[in-house]
């Protein structure tokens, strides 16, 4: 029996080392993948500057050609000085195109005139193939609950920092988003995932969505399944503005 084992374990060193003979008869060149070659484009002079792959959606001037109301019609929200700002009461404005994976690049201000306070401060929100919420508010020394202030994943995720500037002042969000995909029974084989940077700060890192953006409710609950759906800007009723909006498909 002992002889046996001897026998086993003088087998497995000669193995292991005719395995590391192996390994060292093998040449760079064989874990290199060279096709098919990456694809070439031209980042932008900065990085607010759209790369040319992406698809402006606002460049500051013709609002219509990308944007339309909640029923298809023309959006009711007031261009000027290079932004579009919500005009109260006329609704949402959404993109005529339709998305699922993509990188969003948005700048956003609140009014410079500070009026309310909490949600009533600046409140807009920008609506993930119409959905899924990341949270527009003024909150530059304005508190309000953590899972609803901006840079939040409404009602779900609270921002890992608050990188907020002061109200009137200009602030970029940059959105890296994956779409979910579902199971035939309806629910999430791969949920939707967010990350969000503000003002160059990470505030989301890849989160799981629970399900579509609820004011009341568990997100939970609501989810049903889509494919590729439109981005949307919300009317909160504040006169938010926007301006240079592009994005990347993925």
């Not at 026998?7 to 874990?31: D, G, H, N, R, Y």
């Not at 040319?52 to 013709?62: R, W």
């Not at 993109?95 to 993509?102: A, G, S």
């Amino acid at each position: 029996m002992k002889n046996l084992f001897f026998a086993f374990i003088l087998l497995f060193v000669a193995s292991m080392a005719m395995a590391q003979e192996e390994l060292m008869k093998m040449k760079p060149e064989m874990t290199e993948i060279w096709d098919p070659e990456v694809p070439v484009i031209t980042p932008g002079e900065t990085t607010a500057d759209a790369p040319s792959d992406a698809i402006v959606l606002f460049d500051g001037t013709d609002l219509g050609r990308e944007w339309t109301n909640a029923d298809g019609g023309e959006p009711g929200w007031t261009v000027s000085d290079e932004c579009v700002t919500v005009k109260a009461g006329t609704g949402i404005i959404k993109t005529k195109r339709v998305f699922e994976d993509f990188q969003l690049h948005i700048e956003w201000r609140t009014p410079s005139e500070v009026k309310g306070e909490s949600q009533g401060r600046g409140n807009s929100g920008i609506f993930l193939q119409g959905l899924y919420e990341v949270q527009v508010l003024d909150n530059y020394n304005n508190r309000t609950y953590r899972n609803g202030q901006a840079g939040s994943l409404y009602k779900q995720y609270a921002p890992l920092v608050n990188a907020c500037k002061g109200p009137g002042e200009w602030q970029v969000y940059d959105i890296i988003y994956t779409a979910p995909r579902f199971n035939d029974d309806g629910t999430f084989f791969t949920p939707p995932t967010v990350t969000v940077l503000q003002n160059g700060v990470l505030v989301q890192n890849n989160v799981k969505l629970r399900g579509p953006t609820e004011y009341i409710g568990i997100p939970e609950y609501t989810v049903k399944p889509h494919g590729p759906k439109s981005l949307e800007l919300q009317d909160h009723g504040n006169p938010v503005s926007y301006r240079n909006i592009w994005i990347r498909e993925l």
